[in-house]
């Protein structure tokens, strides 16, 4: 009944703890290692879940609205919660390292022949999630989807609903 995953994390965990007891550096170069691994997961970690999320509406009724508003109400009410304690962890943690930089928020000073106001931190451009190369290739395969599941639904395949979740997803 434990969390597998959990589990997984957590013996990696105090693997990598250990590495760095027994052998100082043979921790960080073994997360070093990991590393790139875990970040193209967590890029394309929406991409994983949305199939899922696809085929919601064709699953078993939840019941009255009341039920729905209650559903809704724990996920809003969660997710709120989540986000705070998150931040508020954060916060603390780094707080408590000596890692938060107090910061002047007085307003900005402008120049008379200057109107306007140049906010705090916006100074450079926002990065790209994707490249133009990976965007085209996601748009050219998700047209072909499209069609490929508009086909088989009018046609009544048998595999239409997992080709219209490849296509939603």
Known sequence: SFPH?????????????????INPGLGDNIFNSLNPGAKLLTKWLP??????????????????????????????IGMIYTMATTGFSVLGIRTALGLVEKVDMSPVVTKKEDKTKTPIGATTKPSKAFSDEILKYALKGAAVSAVVSLTATKAKFSLATPLNTIYLG
């Open 5 to 21: 995953m959990l589990g997984g994390c957590m013996g990696l965990f105090a693997f990598l703890i250990l590495a760095q007891l």
């Open 47 to 76: 991409v994983f879940f949305v199939p899922g999320l696809a085929m919601l509406p064709l699953a078993p009724s939840m019941g009255g609205g009341i039920e729905v508003v209650k559903v809704l109400g724990v996920v809003i």
